[in-house]
């Protein structure tokens, strides 16, 4: 729309540099708990991403900070329990004799926080008018296949870094397998964080 200026960000390179190269939105390179702006947005929107933020205070600090007075933040992230059944099952076959020497010194990747907390982080960042749900977003694949080529890409994709090519393909079916005898069958059990707040004005 005529007078909208989007900005992208991300701190991966390698994502950005698969982004749209177009003149709308501007790309920027960088850490989402240290955003380099300060007063300049009406809105700030994510989805998917607050969960690979660790330190959530400061997140919310930084984007509090990037807002204009008077502007929204609208997010969804992964929430408490959120894929607890699958990441249950990784840990396991990470403990097994099998696995486990592949994960020394593995740390967990993900913060999936819960509502409480969450709310109370937007407070003491400054926000008003908060508005945070955990809802059940569980999602069924139609096939064995089609279960363990998404997992592999994106909810096991640190694991399978750890192993050698030659392991990986067990480890997910391993995982496929117990997903196929869960009722309903091959179901991600994701849960979602929806944030909504906004920044007072002076």
Known sequence: MP?????GLDASAAMLAQADKGQSPVYVRADGAALPFASAFDAVFSAAVFHWIPDHDQLFRSVHHALRPGGRLVAQCGGA???????GRARALMD????RDHFVGWTSFNHFENVADTERRLRQAGFNDIDVSLVSSPVTFDTPAAFSEFVAAVCLRHHLD????????????????QA???DPSLTLDYWRLNIAARKGRA
């Open 3 to 7: 007078g909208i200026i989007v900005v």
């Open 81 to 87: 329990a959120n894929l607890d059944r699958l990441y």
């Open 96 to 99: 097994s004799s099998e696995y």
């Open 162 to 177: 750890r192993l050698p090519p030659s392991a990986r393909v067990g480890f997910i079916a391993r995982i496929t397998e």
């Open 180 to 182: 196929g005898g869960d």
